[in-house]
C-alpha cells in the first residue's frame, strides 16, 4: 500500500514520534517516552537549522504537534488493522499486542483526560 503523499510535516513528524519513541514495556507502556521524544525532536531541529526549507518547525507547528499525536497514533492503527487483514497468515498474537499499544496510546495521548 502506498502512502505517499505531500502534506505538513508534522504528519511525518508524529509519526515518527510514535515508530520511535513508544513505550512498549516497562513503567509506562502505552505511553511516549519522554527523553527519547526530546532527543528526536532536538535532533530533527538542528538537522533542519542549516537547511533553507523548509528549516526547524516553527511555534505554531510545535504548539500543534500534542493535536496531531492523536490523529496520527489512529492513522497508525488503521494501518496496522489494514495490513492484518491484507497478510495472508498474519500472526494474530503480534496483531492484537499492536492493536493494544496503540489504543493505549490514544488514551495516554488523550487530551480530556485528567
Not at 533553507?52 to 518547525?57: A, K, Q, S, V
Not at 511555534?59 to 490523529?71: F, V
Not at 489512529?74 to 498474519?90: C, G, K, M, P, Q
Not at 498474537?93 to 496503540?102: F, G, K, N, P, T
Amino acid at each position: 500500500m502506498d502512502r505517499t503523499k505531500i502534506d505538513i510535516r508534522l504528519f511525518d513528524l508524529a509519526q515518527a514520534l510514535l515508530y520511535l519513541c513508544a513505550c512498549w514495556d516497562g513503567e509506562q507502556p502505552g505511553s511516549l517516552h519522554p527523553a527519547k521524544y526530546a532527543l528526536f525532536l532536538k535532533s530533527y531541529n538542528d538537522g533542519c537549522k542549516g537547511a533553507t526549507f523548509p528549516g526547524p518547525p516553527t511555534e505554531l507547528e510545535q504548539a500543534h504537534m500534542p493535536l496531531i499525536l492523536p490523529g496520527e497514533s489512529l492513522f497508525v492503527l488503521h494501518v496496522i488493522i489494514r495490513s492484518f487483514y491484507d497478510t495472508e497468515n498474519a500472526d494474530v498474537e503480534d496483531w492484537l499486542m499492536a492493536v493494544s499499544q496503540y489504543i493505549r496510546i490514544m488514551h495516554w495521548l488523550d487530551p480530556k483526560k485528567s
